[in-house]
């Protein structure tokens, strides 16, 4: 199973999990934080590789994989692609 975690960084530093996103037969489910997780099904991420397009769980690996690059800041980031063992892919 590929999932990808998605983090927060608190005031002190520290990183802690607001959802994880896992990849399903029938597309992407992000549990954790509700209104988070909520706003990636309703509003989806930019394709960086398409201009003007965005990706939803509907859309499955491709979505997981763009995860990455839509949160790279200092506050919000999400882990590379993992398999149910924990390892990047």
């Known amino acids: 199973m590929k999932f990808v975690e998605i983090y ?4 002190d530093g520290s990183q802690r999990t607001i959802a994880t996103c896992t ?3 029938h ?3 992000c549990a954790g934080e509700e ?3 909520d706003n990636l099904a309703a509003e989806g991420i930019p394709d960086h590789s398409e201009q003007g397009k965005m990706l939803f769980p ?8 763009a995860l990455e690059d839509a949160f790279r800041s ?7 692609l993992q398999e149910k063992d924990g ?3």
């Open 27 to 29: 597309g992407v489910i």
């Open 58 to 65: 509907s859309d499955g690996i491709r979505f997981l994989e």
């Open 74 to 80: 200092g506050y919000l980031m999400a882990s590379e």
């Open 87 to 89: 390892t990047p892919i």
């Open 23 to 25: 990849l399903t037969p």
């Open 35 to 37: 209104p988070f997780a």
């Open 8 to 11: 927060r960084t608190q005031e």
